[in-house]
Structures are given as C-alpha cells and as structure tokens.
C-alpha cells in the first residue's frame, strides 16, 4: 500500500523502550541519547518515505507484563508506527507475545537467537557469533579449561549458557560449575563461595547491569580476581565504569562493539556523539550502539519496503543493508554479520585485545 499524501505529511512515530528501572536501567540513559542522535541525523537527511522521525521514550525496565501494559498505552495515546526494543529477552517474549501481527518491532541487543516472528526483528548478536573465536582464544591464550558458568536467571542467561557449554567443550574444555542470580538479588554470598570451591580458572558470566556490577565487586573483594578470569559478552562501558577500576584484574569481554574501537565508522559516530552532547554525555557501549544502529535499520526497512505494512517490511527484511556504527550492515539469513572483538578491561576502559573472525565452530 503507497503511503497517501495525508500520511506522509504526519510525523513517523516510533516508540522507543528502553529500561530505566531495574537492573538493566545502568545503560537507559546511553540509549536514549544515541537513539535521539541517530533520529536526528535521519531527519535531517532524506528523512523515511518522507517523514520526520519522533521518538516517544517508554520505561522498558522491570517486570514484563507492566511493561507490555505501558507500552499499549503509549500506542493507543500517541499512534505509534513501531517500536524500537533495547531491554531484557523476557520483555521481548512479552512484548512479542502481545504485539506480533499488529505493530513492527525492531529489537536490537544481543540476545540468544531464535527470533523468526513475522513483524518482530531482531537485530543483535547471538551466542553462536559472540564467543565461539572468544573462548577458542581465552582458551589458547590464557591456559584456562575449567569454567564456571554464572548468569542471571531468565531466557536469555540459561539460553546462552548451552551455547556456551557446547563451545567449550568442543575445546576439550571442562563445566565445573554453574549458578543463576535472580534479578536483583542482593545476597550472593553463597555464589562466591560455590566459585572458590569449585576449581574453576575461568569465569563465564552472563549477569545484568547492576548485578553484574555487584557480582564483580564482590568476585574482587574475595580476591578470586588473581586467580581466576572472567570473561563476559555483556559488560558493556556504563557496567565497567560502575564496576570499578579496583575490581576489573583479568575481566574479558567480547562483542561487536566497544567504545575504544579506532575504526573510522566508530569515530565519526563517536565526534557526532560528542558534537551533539558534549564529553560528558552518557558513555556509549555494546547495548546503546544498537540503538542507534536499530533507528538506522528500521529507516533503511521502511525505504526498501516502499511503506510500514507488516507484510512489506517483512519482505523487505533479507538481504537489507543500513548504516550502523559498525560498519555497513547487511541482512544474511536473518540476522547480520558484524566482526567480534576481544576487549580486556583496563580499570574503567577497555582495551582491544584482538579482532576475532569466524574460525571456531560449535560441536552439535
């Protein structure tokens, strides 16, 4: 269906959740801005079949029904055209689960793959390109095998982590461990104890925000830190700078983005950013840079689809290409293919310590 003349002269409204509550709140801020800079730039470019983008923010943080209850309201009040995710993979679930069929939805962070929705589509990294080359290298490089698995304790943690277990051993790597944190939980004493006892070199862990600020905290402060290595696909720059410089010895990250990368797309993004907002602005990582990416990609969907309907952007998904922080962006197979890092963290920043290319696969 052409968009009427009437249609194109209205604003593009698009509702953007993000958390700010909850444990995931830590990177809310960071996302906002970034989404705010990468509509901006749009509008002042060709703008989407020839309408300005508005953004209409929504608490994505917390428990998912309230945040489905939120974001009806938010629909129905303000005429939303799409919505833009960056939260948990429960609100996913929750969100897909009540707006599938009526409303796109562009869900953006990494997450644990396997979303094949009509109308829902996510963007993000999944464990099968995050951490096979990452383990491989942690593995070869560090002398570690014995692993011990942490996470928080919903789909995305427990989905990853038989991913992870795989790739492990297919290294002739060894699980010694493994333990889930409600979120929020506070007491982890136990946790830390199950670590200390159980052997492990190596950490994995795949924790929220703020619990994986205070799980870390508490990792050093047993000082399991001069022993033991963590690695992580989650600890973006907001959670490092909230972990703290004295408790981040031998922490690993990997992910297709990092705020130290020197690439020449990462820089113009990164002058913008601090064009915009100056350089005390929010810090960008892994989860904020797919916000950005994600108003990007949903402009770039609509252009090729010709208008917003469901079954138009539906076919306009494979074989897409957008603008992305990362470099150019094109949709294989229903997801895109973005180079991995390996970062270590250095106090509060991260340091590239490699770029990983596909060269470990997964024993099935």
């Known amino acids: ?16 959740l993000v958390p700010f509550h909850g444990s995931d709140a830590i990177w809310g801020p960071s996302c906002q801005y970034s989404a705010v800079l990468a509509a901006a730039e749009i509008n002042r470019g060709k703008q989407v079949l020839g309408r300005e983008i508005e953004l209409f923010a929504l608490d994505a943080g917390g428990d998912p029904a309230d945040v489905v209850a939120r974001c009806w309201q938010l629909v129905r009040d303000n005429q939303i055209n799409a919505l833009i995710g960056v939260h948990l993979s429960s609100v996913r679930v929750a969100l897909r689960n009540a707006f599938a069929g009526i409303i796109p939805y562009v869900f953006a962070p990494l997450y644990e793959g396997g979303e094949t ?11 099968q390109q995050q951490f096979p080359a990452a383990i491989e290298w942690i593995m070869q490089h560090r002398g570690v095998n014995k692993w011990h698995i942490v996470g928080n304790d919903y789909i995305w943690p427990r989905a990853t982590h038989e991913t992870v277990r795989q790739i492990i051993q297919s290294h002739g790597g060894e699980v010694v461990g493994e333990d889930y944190l409600s979120l929020g939980q506070v007491d982890i004493s136990t946790m830390i104890e199950r670590i200390e006892a159980s052997d492990a070199d190596v950490i994995f862990e795949s924790l929220v925000g703020s619990d994986c600020v205070l799980f870390n905290r508490a990792f050093s402060t047993a000082v399991l830190d001069k022993k033991i290595l963590r690695l992580s696909g989650s600890v973006e720059e907001n959670t490092l700078l909230g972990i703290g410089t004295q408790h981040t ?45 994600a108003i990007h990609f949903f402009a ?24 992305s922080v990362r470099g150019q962006q094109l949709i294989t197979s229903g997801k895109s293919n973005p180079t991995m890092y390996l970062a270590e963290a250095d106090g509060v920043h991260f340091n590239i310590v490699t770029s990983l290319q596909e060269k470990s696969k997964i024993v099935t």
């Not at 269906?1 to 953007?16: F, H, I």
């Not at 929705?117 to 464990?127: E, L, M, N, S």
């Not at 770039?300 to 603008?323: K, P, Q």
Request: glycine share 8%; net charge positive.
């Open 117 to 127: 929705t009509p109308g829902v589509f996510a963007i993000g990294d999944t464990p």
């Open 300 to 323: 770039a969907l609509a252009e090729r689809a010709g208008d917003l309907s469901l079954r138009s952007l539906t076919s306009a998904f494979e074989g897409l290409t957008y603008h």
């Open 1 to 16: 269906m052409q968009q009427t003349r009437q249609n194109k002269s209205k604003p593009l409204r698009l509702g953007l």
């Open 249 to 293: 010895r031998n922490l690993y990250c990997t992910a297709s983005y990092f705020n130290a990368l020197t690439t020449p797309e990462n820089r113009a993004f990164m002058d913008q950013y601090r064009a915009a907002y100056g350089h005390s602005a929010p810090i960008q990582g892994v989860l904020s840079q797919s916000c950005y990416d």
